[in-house]
């Protein structure tokens, strides 16, 4: 059963284990909120699920160390298992998705465990851990819903009190709930004005969903690079929680968990993963009553995949308006290219590509379609451009923005 003092122990027996992360004031984020970051993202492992992990694991007994452990993540409580085990010499088996980032397989190995793994999701890398298990006879660390793992997690509500202590409200990242679980009873066990929001990935709200429900659901599919957070269905223990300790939950799409990723690295230069920034999604684009509070918002996690951090930064330079894409229809004569260029200078536009188009048959003869790619600073920027070249008399076929 979870307590205040299990809680309490965690934190001692974690203490020369795991980095009490910053705490880190972001007003730059969002002018309607006085945003604080607590860094977990800067983790030895890269997150959070190194406390839980290795809390857990410090409680078994030589019986079960023994016999082995068995885990089952989409990468980062791999890490967090294969770190605490190889530290107390425990042999570790984590299953993971087989689409989980390239780095963090490569990170779990190297910190000692043995990789398995598993076609399709995270749900499908738990079932495959629960065969593994009942055919060795290895004691299973599962990734959230679980008493002693919780109590782990919970230590980062313990720390975001004494760093903060007149916080009023926190945003936590939830997958299948364990961080919440420990954070929210930590924080209300203390403090119970303390408003304490969930949130999730628009394409994996299980939670969120089961909430609303009043009844643990199943997702058929999850589908988001939030990948950390890519669960199909809550834990047992941790549904019980988040409806007793969790005042909402709410969800952020793609786009929007993109341009937290961007703006952290831009205004506050840190490197968040997927699941590790919803929560400054939550911050900069839901209607959660946060306005003039003092927020904090847990980066769970930093460990994004190189290989798909530019297309993420692509994709957040889109949703703030600084990357366009214009289609102009041309008289395709000298000085047509010159002019548009100027007016997107004079506007303080950077143009990046250029396409010229002569042979969709839907044009006139003597007609041309001029695709431009534009780097801005804004929305408003992108608008003054369009006026600007409307003005001039250039008709604007389409807009991607």
């Known amino acids: 059963m979870l307590t205040l003092d299990k809680i309490y122990h965690a934190a001692f027996v974690l203490k020369d284990v795991v980095r009490k992360t910053d705490m880190l004031s972001a007003p730059e984020l969002t002018g309607r909120t006085k945003i604080y970051l607590k860094a977990e993202n800067l983790q030895i492992t890269g997150s959070f699920k190194v406390r839980g992990a290795y809390y857990k694991i410090s409680q078994l007994t030589e019986e079960q160390r023994a016999a082995g452990i068995i885990a089952c993540s989409a990468g980062n409580h791999a890490q967090g298992v294969a770190l605490a085990a190889t530290k107390m010499g425990i042999r ?7 689409g989980a980032p390239i780095s963090k397989v490569t990170a779990t190995k190297r910190l000692g465990a043995e990789v398995c793994l598993v076609k399709g999701a995270y749900d499908d890398a738990y079932k495959k851990a629960c065969e593994l ?5 290895a004691t299973f660390i599962h990734p959230f819903d679980d008493e002693s793992v919780i109590p782990g997690q919970g230590t980062i509500g313990l720390e975001v009190l004494e760093q903060l202590s007149d916080a009023e409200a926190v945003i936590v990242p939830v997958g299948g709930g364990g961080l919440i679980s420990g954070v929210a009873y930590a924080v209300k066990s203390l403090n119970p004005n303390i408003k304490v929001y969930g949130v999730q990935a628009a394409n994996a709200a299980s939670m969120e969903k089961s909430q609303k429900k009043g009844e643990k659901i199943t ?5 988001t690079f939030a990948d950390g957070i890519a669960v199909k269905t809550p834990g047992d223990l941790t549904f019980e929680l988040v409806n007793k300790y969790v005042d909402d939950i709410v969800t952020v799409s793609e786009d929007e968990i993109a341009a937290a990723i961007l703006a ?16 400054v999604a939550a911050a900069m684009f839901s209607d959660l009553p946060i306005r003039d509070k003092k927020t904090v918002c847990i980066l769970s996690g930093g460990n994004i995949d190189v290989n798909i951090l530019s297309r993420v930064i692509t994709r957040g330079l889109v949703t703030g308006g600084r990357n366009a894409t214009l289609q102009i229809a041309l008289e395709d004569k000298p000085g047509q290219l010159m002019g548009v260029s100027e007016i997107v200078s004079k506007c303080g536009g950077n143009v990046v590509s250029v396409h010229h188009e002569r042979s969709d048959a839907n044009m006139p003869v003597a007609s041309c379609f001029l695709k431009i790619g534009l780097e801005t600073s804004g929305f408003e920027q992108i608008e003054e451009i369009k006026n600007e070249l409307q003005k001039a008399g250039f008709s604007i076929v389409s807009d991607r923005i």
Not at 219 to 223: D, G, I, P, T
Request: hydrophobic residues 40%.
């Open 133 to 137: 298990q009942k055919e060795s006879g």
């Open 92 to 98: 570790s088996i984590v299953c993971m998705p087989d």
């Open 219 to 223: 997702l058929n599919a999850v589908s």
């Open 264 to 279: 952290l690295m831009e205004k506050q230069k840190l490197v968040a993963e997927g699941a590790g920034a919803v929560s």
